[in-house]
């Protein structure tokens, strides 16, 4: 029977609930996102171990949340989560949901900002390069910022017209319109991206960051042009979990200020992201009259309630009503 060496000390609790959440599987952005509010419950507790607390801490630092910070409702139900993530994983203690006395804060229904295509066609006029083509994507695949980001060439589908988005929000894949129109900008960029990958092959590397269990099962895929990220980084970087240098995906801001600037150069007065395009790509379906089902499965939503809230900002008025001022 092996045994731990007697000098080796025990793992502090932040590293194991992000070794814990890395089993788990759950993304780099999901695992630095917990700690952080994990390491804030600690802190607001003046540094006293999790195990020593429990319901009556969690509602205390709940509710300084809800009635100091501020916080939005989702990010209070995130922090809520990650630490009852600890106590459930990691620490292996079930806590009374009865007496935790929480109300998980609903979320307050915003309209999402739509542009029409007259608004869309002049941001896109305002970009070029890889800036324009990826906005195309966001707003001809109906695609978030990051599923955009983290496409990988196989996930390009040119005979069936489809991308296949993986590991998406919720973790799970789906399929979602590939535009005609932007096929022959998707090959050239394919081009150049087996262009920096035989570079990189050649001078020694070439690794592209596979989730942990494909890394395993397929320990060289890695190296395969397959997997390599459609819209990679201009640099090579080092892997935080690995220390291996290799090609990440284009940061997220870059596309975020392209987009922003391109808004502002375009006059359009309202506050544009790169998500705008996702929720103008949901309303221009419906208004070309596809079935609500068809753009919730597009769209990769869980339930048709959050496909709905398209319906509420169609043209003419909210669900369709004309104004009698009209009449």
């Not at 509010?37 to 171990?49: Q, S």
């Not at 542009?115 to 066609?121: A, G, M």
Request: charged share 25%; proline share 5%; aromatic share 6%.
């Amino acid at each position: 029977m092996t045994s731990q060496p007697q000098n080796q000390q025990p793992k502090k609790l932040l590293d194991q609930l992000s070794d814990t959440m890395r089993t788990k599987q759950y993304s780099p952005r999901t695992i630095q996102t917990y700690t952080e509010w994990v390491r804030r419950y600690i802190l607001f507790h003046k540094k006293r171990h999790p195990r020593e607390m429990g319901v009556t801490e969690i509602n205390a630092y709940i509710t300084h949340l809800v009635t100091q910070d501020n916080i939005a409702a989702s990010t209070q139900n995130q922090a809520l989560s990650a630490i009852l993530f600890l106590y459930r994983n990691v620490l292996n203690i079930e806590l009374d949901q009865k007496q935790l006395q929480i109300i998980r804060p609903n979320r307050p229904r915003i309209l999402p900002t739509i542009l029409d295509k007259t608004e869309i066609k002049a941001i896109f006029d305002q970009l070029t390069g890889i800036h324009l083509l990826m906005a195309q994507v966001l707003y001809g695949s109906g695609l978030r910022l990051m599923e955009c980001l983290r496409l990988r060439i196989k996930d390009i589908d040119f005979n069936n017209r489809q991308i296949i988005v993986r590991d998406g929000k919720g973790a799970d894949d789906r399929a979602t319109t590939l535009p005609a129109s932007i096929i022959p900008a998707l090959r050239e960029q394919i081009q150049r991206v087996r262009e920096f990958h035989q570079k990189d092959l050649a001078e020694g590397f070439g690794t592209v960051h596979l989730p942990t269990a494909i890394a395993k099962k397929y320990p060289n895929a890695s190296r395969e042009f397959a997997w390599q990220y459609l819209f990679p980084a201009e640099e090579l970087s080092l892997d935080p979990q690995t220390g291996i240098k290799q090609r990440h995906h284009i940061h997220e801001t870059s596309l975020q200020k392209a987009i922003k600037t391109a808004a502002r150069q375009a006059n359009i007065d309202k506050r544009v992201s790169p998500h705008v395009f996702r929720h103008s790509y949901a309303t221009h379906l419906l208004q070309n009259g596809y079935d609500i089902r068809t753009v919730q499965e597009l769209l990769g939503h869980k339930d048709v309630k959050t496909t709905m809230i398209y319906t509420h900002v169609l043209q003419n008025g909210p669900l369709g009503v004309h104004s009698p001022l009209d009449d």
